[in-house]
């Protein structure tokens, strides 16, 4: 059975073996891309990017529980464009330090970057084409930081959630020019941890004026470690998939 088939069979080795392929040898790829590309049908992407630290990979992991109860298989990507070296494999394992076990219904991968920004965005892409092969009913990429190599990355995704927390009330005046205009969700991670008034009110400011998209990006609260939020965030996440579906 030739490798596309087994990915389409839902083989996680199969579909690990081609994006490894895809990061190491991106042009060899190219054929099988193609024909994936014929096979399936886009899934949909959710881009989750923040500063270090914020609460990223655990609110994934909160999610990851919300769609598997639902049946739904999730693929993930943790991408680090910073550390080209070490980075990128640590990323996906702090995911699945957090998930409570083994779980066939879900891939998760990271990826690190190797060569220029553009060929990451494409790799990723790629992978998210094999994910979507795989059988992913929603695929996750994880980015960390908030700078130009994220925003990168995150143009891929389908939905853009970018997660803050407390204290970080300034800092998101440097991030104006670039993540926080293409952000659908905003989620404000760890509100044990402080007060959130003054970054809500940052975040109002910036907030894109996006209205006449029908879409208003959304402020959502969450305390990923006691898994509070995430079903408000679930169902936001899950507002805009429809939203995206009906502006098509
Ligand atoms: N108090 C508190 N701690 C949290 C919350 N969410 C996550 N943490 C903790 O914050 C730390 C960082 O969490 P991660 O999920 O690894 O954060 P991240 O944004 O993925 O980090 P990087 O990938 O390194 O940028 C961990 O020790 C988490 O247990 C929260 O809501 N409240
Ligand atoms: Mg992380």
């Known amino acids: 059975m030739s490798l596309i088939e087994k990915i389409l069979q839902g083989d996680h080795k199969a579909t690990a073996k081609l994006i490894s392929k895809i990061e190491d040898e991106p042009t060899s790829t190219l054929k099988e891309i193609k024909v994936l590309e014929e096979r399936i049908v886009p899934v949909h992407t959710l881009g989750i990017t923040g500063p270090p630290g914020v609460g990223k990979s655990t609110l994934i992991a909160r999610l990851i529980e919300h ?53 990451l965005s494409r790799a990723t892409n790629n992978a998210i084409k094999v994910l979507s092969g795989w059988g992913a009913d929603i695929v996750i990429v994880e980015t960390v930081g908030a700078g130009q190599a994220e925003v990168e990355v995150m143009r891929v995704a389908d939905t853009i959630v970018l997660v803050l927390s407390p204290g970080l009330g300034d800092d998101i005046q440097m991030m104006k020019a670039g993540i926080l205009e293409i952000g659908d969700i905003f989620v404000i991670n760890k ?57 098509k």
């Open 67 to 119: 769609y598997r109860e639902k049946n739904k298989k999730v693929g993930v990507l943790a991408i680090d464009p910073s550390s080209p070296f070490t980075g990128g494999a640590l990323l996906g394992d702090r995911i699945r330090m957090q998930m409570p076990s083994p779980d066939e219904g879900v891939f998760i991968r990271s990826m690190a970057t190797r060569g220029q920004l553009g060929g």
């Open 191 to 247: 509100i044990d941890q402080g007060e959130t008034g003054h970054l809500e009110r940052n975040l109002e400011l910036v907030r894109p004026g996006r209205e006449k998209e029908g879409w208003v990006p959304a402020i959502i609260k969450t305390i990923a470690i006691k898994g509070s939020g995430i079903d408000e965030l679930y169902k936001k996440i899950e507002k805009h998939r429809k939203y995206l579906k009906n502006k």
